[in-house]
């Protein structure tokens, strides 16, 4: 059973009750990424823009394409 509030505690707002905070379990940490570093290669300008063509319309980022690339080519 709870306590009805005073009145004047009613009218100063002190009286408005908060439900309880529900405890939510943790989720746990994800694991820290690995720094990323910046890797610069010189291609021709044609190529690059072959590239840029092909990453847009698949829908990828050039980056994700490179990089899946170089994980391709070390996993031989």
Same mark, same amino acid.
């Given at each position: 059973m709870t306590k009805r509030p005073k009145l004047n %505690? !009613?009218? &100063?707002?002190d009286a408005v009750s908060k439900p309880p905070k529900e405890v939510q379990p943790s989720a746990p940490e994800p694991a820290p990424a690995e720094r990323m @570093? $910046?890797?610069?290669? %010189? @291609?021709p300008e044609t190529? +690059?823009? $072959? !590239? +840029?063509?092909? &990453?847009?319309?698949?829908g990828q980022e050039m980056n994700t394409v490179v990089k899946g690339l170089l994980i391709a080519w070390l996993e031989e």
């Open positions: %505690a !009613v009218f &100063s707002g @570093v $910046q890797l610069n290669i %010189a @291609v190529l +690059r823009r $072959q !590239v +840029r063509i092909k &990453s847009l319309q698949t």
